[in-house]
């Protein structure tokens, strides 16, 4: 979710930046300086922040939702297994096993501690399946893991996994980073209305 703002933020920086670069021709030198701090700031801020966000969606594929997706095209349960264990370890790794990642209010559907017990849970089921059973419990052991870990809509098809995760555990951080990229841009603004204002 957030990272559908960083794009439009670094839009609106590189906005401030022109329409600063008309404004400059005033006669208040602290004011341009302060101008082009606020500037830098807001577009080293909103770069960062897209950067940030693309290794992270790259990270997030590589190690947790390609191979819960493999996991789900899986054509037998011991490469299933293999992929889940995989995926399980990062998510532990990472520290997402328990809290919620809703921004402001809890909802169930972002509940980590429910999304990481139901993998656990598919895995241990998949574990628990005797190498000698029949193939038609296999192909529904195989089935029932694809719809645990699938979504279905009119897209297609996209890996089940909590919302917002790339903002946890530091929900608030980001909240705080947009509330004062906002100041920030506010700010660059009113300096280039007071520029324009000079001339």
Do not use: A, H, R
């Given at each position: 979710m957030f990272e559908l703002f960083l794009y439009p933020l670094l839009a609106i920086s590189l906005i401030c930046a022109i329409f600063l670069g008309f404004c400059i021709n005033g006669k208040d030198a602290g004011l341009k300086i302060v101008a082009l701090i606020f500037t830098f700031l807001l577009c080293v801020g909103s770069s960062f922040a897209i950067a940030s966000s693309v290794a992270w969606d790259y990270e997030w594929g590589i190690n947790c939702t390609g191979r819960l997706k493999r996991a789900a095209d899986a054509s037998s349960i011991e490469l299933a297994t293999k992929e889940l264990d995989v995926a399980i370890n990062y998510i532990e790794k990472k520290g997402m096993t328990k809290g919620?990642?809703?921004?402001?209010?809890?909802?169930?559907?972002?509940?980590?501690?429910?999304w990481y017990t139901n993998l656990c849970t598919t895995r241990e089921e998949l574990k628990a399946l005797k190498p000698n059973s029949s193939d038609f419990e296999k192909s529904n052991m195989l089935m029932k893991l694809r719809e645990t870990l699938l979504d279905h809509s009119d897209k297609g098809e996209s890996v089940t996994h909590p919302s917002c995760l790339s903002l946890y555990p530091n929900q608030w951080l980001s909240v705080a980073f947009v509330a004062l990229w906002g100041i920030a841009a506010l700010a660059c603004m009113c300096c280039g209305g007071l520029i324009l204002s000079d001339i």
């Open positions: 919620n990642t809703s921004i402001f209010f809890e909802v169930p559907s972002n509940d980590l501690e429910y």
